[in-house]
């Protein structure tokens, strides 16, 4: 049972970064693919960005291109998610999960972690 632990999030003001960081517990098939979502307040959970192992096909939604940059470490088993630029929109729980080569679906999430930008 894959574990993911997500770190980083905090209160930044618009402009500002932050860096969030997600630890697997174990290297295997299922982190193949890394991920991260985010869900803000009365919406629903939304793909951010994902990388594949050896920092393979990396890909970002159309809101985040061009101001986060998504990269891993695999000898950690960790992911990070580089956040420049932060607007107030960005204001979510950011979640990393993870998935095989194979499957389209993440079958591993980790708690979350909250990522507040004021104005």
């Known amino acids: 049972q894959v574990q993911l632990v997500e770190s980083g999030g905090g209160l930044v003001q618009a402009g500002g970064s932050l860096r969030l960081s997600c630890t697997a517990s174990?290297?295997?098939?299922?982190?193949?693919?890394m991920g991260w979502f985010r869900q803000a307040p009365g919406k629903e959970r939304e793909f951010v960005a994902a990388i594949g192992r050896y920092g393979a096909n990396p890909n970002y939604s159309d809101t985040v291109k061009g101001r986060f940059s998504i990269s891993r470490d695999d000898a950690k088993n960790t992911v990070f998610l580089q956040m420049n630029s932060l607007k107030p929109e960005d204001t979510a729980v950011y979640y990393c999960a993870s998935r095989s080569f194979t499957s389209t679906f993440y079958g591993y999430w980790g708690q979350g972690t909250q990522v507040t930008v004021s104005p």
């Open positions: 174990e290297r295997s098939t299922s982190t193949y693919v």
